[in-house]
Structures are given as C-alpha cells and as structure tokens.
C-alpha cells in the first residue's frame, strides 16, 4: 500500500505557480520531520524542503524564495507552494518522511516550459 499520494503536478509556463498535495495514509504527527523530494531524468533523486512537526522548514538553496512547504496534521497532508518555476524544476516530485521510507509512491510530474 502506498503511504503518501502526491498530487497537483502539470504543465505550467516558466514564471508560473503550481501548489502539490501530499495525502498520508497515517497521522502525520507521528513524523517529526517530512519533506519535498524531486527527480529529473538521469538525475538523483533531491531534497527540496523539509518541514518539522511544529512547522520549521528548510529549503534546498535554488528553491529559498520561490517554494513553500507547508503542513496540515489534522488534514494528515502536506503542501508545497511552487512560484517563479524555472524549466530546470522540471521532475516528479515525491513526498516522504525524512528519513525516507525505502518505498516511494507514484510522485506528480511538473514540467516547466514554453
């Protein structure tokens, strides 16, 4: 079974918005620390942002400015605010718990072009 559903993903225009859910099978309180990760062809998988239990974030250094991770605990689901896309944020992006399960679901494609 699939323990987070990632959603939201799309084509969008370089300079564009893009909001992804993140739906967790189980209460997200249990994780004190989850996280945004995203792969391109041929690359490694990469941290985005990560978000504490208590609502402290950190972000990967091309992305501080321009996403927001968010998360909702009664919702059991977490967000990530996507503005001024560039093409190379163009992924799948996956959410996880950090430190990540060794299984990854399906993840939600974001293609940045124009």
């Known amino acids: 079974q699939a323990q987070f559903v990632e959603s939201g993903g799309g084509l969008v225009q370089p300079g564009g918005s893009l909001r992804l859910s993140c739906a967790a099978s189980?209460?997200?309180?249990?994780?004190?620390?989850m996280g945004w990760y995203r792969q391109a062809p041929g690359k490694q998988r990469e941290l985005v942002a990560s978000i504490t239990s208590g609502g402290s974030t950190n972000y990967a250094d091309s992305m501080k400015g321009r996403f927001a991770i968010s998360r909702d605990n009664a919702k059991n689901t977490m967000y990530l605010q996507m503005n001024s896309l560039k093409p190379e944020d163009t992924a799948v992006y996956y959410c996880n718990k950090d430190p990540p399960y060794t299984y990854w679901g399906q993840g939600t494609q974001v293609t940045v072009s124009s």
């Open positions: 189980v209460p997200i309180l249990r994780f004190r620390l």
